[in-house]
Nanobody
């Protein structure tokens, strides 16, 4: 139905930047929101940022001022620009799309496989 693929993770030094990309593809009728979550080892996934219908975007207070989310609705793609990265940002970052695959279907949550971000000197 809907596939979500992230890219752009890697190793970066503290204070550095990374840009994550996420694309949704497959049988998509409509996307409501796309967003980013992160997960630390042994912890639950936590919200980072999202962008939705009408171009509205939101960034969690924990990363506000350092992370920015943007999107290209025509390409079903979102980006997470991460600046001034800190070791505490080290986590697996997951992309999420809330979408319908056909008219009349329910909104469903689709997740990517995740991309590792490691901030270390």
């Amino acid at each position: 139905q809907v596939q979500v693929v992230e890219s752009g993770g890697g190793l970066v030094q503290p204070g550095g930047s990374l840009r994550l990309s996420c694309s949704a593809s497959g049988t998509i009728y409509m996307i409501n929101t796309m967003g980013w979550y992160r997960q630390y080892p042994g912890k639950q996934r936590e919200y980072v940022a999202s962008t939705g219908n009408g171009g509205r975007s939101d960034v969690d207070d924990s990363v506000k001022g350092r992370f920015t989310i943007s999107g290209d609705s025509a390409k079903n793609t979102v980006y997470l620009q991460m600046n001034n990265l800190k070791p505490d940002d080290t986590a697996v970052y997951f992309c999420n799309a809330v979408a319908k695959f056909r008219p009349g279907s329910n909104w469903s949550y689709y997740w990517g496989q995740g991309t590792q971000v490691t901030v270390s000197s």
